[in-house]
């Protein structure tokens, strides 16, 4: 089964899926830098129809974490 949001970070990564978990973070994802941290959160905004606060990006620093931003939203993944 698919991960929505271990595809979409992924994406935007440009890494294989398989590679990423909800314990995938900056300090483990080379390419998660502060470029591309950027890029997830305009593309989580988009996929999700949402607005991110700054304390909630801030929150996000790994995907797990990112996906209890989204559930906290109302949004099930």
């Not at 314990?23 to 949402?50: C, G």
């Not at 974490?65 to 906290?72: F, G, H, N, P, V």
Request: a negative charge.
């Amino acid at each position: 089964m698919s991960d929505k949001l271990i595809d979409l970070f992924a994406s935007i990564l440009d890494i294989d899926p398989a590679g990423l978990n909800d314990e995938s973070s900056p300090d483990t994802v080379e390419q998660w830098d502060s470029l591309a941290a950027m890029h997830l959160v305009a593309a989580i905004e988009e996929e999700f129809d949402i607005r991110l606060s700054t304390k909630e990006i801030m929150k996000m620093s790994s995907i797990g974490l990112a996906r209890a931003t989204l559930k906290d939203k109302g949004i099930e993944l």
